[in-house]
């Protein structure tokens, strides 16, 4: 059931595994909140589950922010989207008591996420962005020093040209953080090598008990 508790309609599912770190699921154009969940239990089982709808829609289908053509972003609609998403973070993590987030963004959801990481270092503690791209044509200074990232992108993906992954990849690695980038043989919709690449890379956060 999706419930308002917070500023944004959304999903959330308790963890059933307390070793994993919460998930912040953020989906893409013309999905919704209930979208990514079957992919969040898929790749980290038992993991708590924060799935925000985007508040903007284009032609009646649900976005995170508002762009101007395909790939060409509202730079400042999407700093101001940003900005009311990390506040919603910390307002889940307040109500719901859960740790810092791993978000996990398909498409314009990881375009967000990606924002999210500059505009706000250290609000998540990692970060898997399928099909992102880069979010501002002017990077915003951030140090990403310990905030994991894995960037899955697409060789044959219409929407996000491979040189634009690539310089995403660099810009999060200048910036500190640690960036696993596979390109791989798809185009922009996903496949079980997503699926397998991002609860594979996952794993790595899951804590052992002592
Ligand atoms: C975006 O607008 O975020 C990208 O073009 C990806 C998309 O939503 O199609």
């Known amino acids: 059931m999706s419930t308002r508790v917070t500023d944004l309609i ?4 308790p963890a059933a595994d307390a070793t994993l770190p919460p998930l ?3 989906h893409g154009t013309g ?3 209930n979208d990514l969940i079957p992919l969040g239990r898929m790749v980290a089982p038992g993991a708590a589950l924060l799935s925000p709808r985007g508040t903007v829609l284009e032609n009646g289908m649900p976005r995170f922010f508002r762009r101007l053509a395909e790939g060409v972003f509202d730079e400042e609609d999407l700093r101001q989207r940003t900005d009311e998403l990390a506040g919603f973070i910390h307002q889940a993590q307040a109500e719901y008591g859960i740790a810092a987030p791993v978000a996990l963004g398909f498409s314009n959801g990881a375009n967000i996420a990606a924002s999210l990481l500059l505009r706000h270092p250290g609000l998540l503690r990692g970060a898997a962005l399928l099909r992102a791209m880069v979010p501002f044509r002017e990077t915003p200074p951030a140090r990403l020093e310990g905030t994991k ?3 899955l992108s697409g060789t044959a993906d219409p929407i996000v040209p491979a040189a634009n992954s690539a310089a995403l990849a660099a810009i ?3 910036a500190g953080a640690t960036v696993a980038h596979h390109p791989l ?3 922009h919709g996903l496949s079980q090598m997503d699926v397998a690449l991002t609860r594979e890379w996952l794993a790595g956060f899951q804590e052992t008990k002592a």
């Open 149 to 151: 990232v894995l960037l």
């Open 10 to 13: 959304h999903r959330f599912e």
């Open 172 to 174: 999060l690695g200048d």
């Open 31 to 33: 999905a919704d909140e």
């Open 185 to 187: 043989p798809l185009g």
């Open 24 to 26: 912040l699921l953020l």
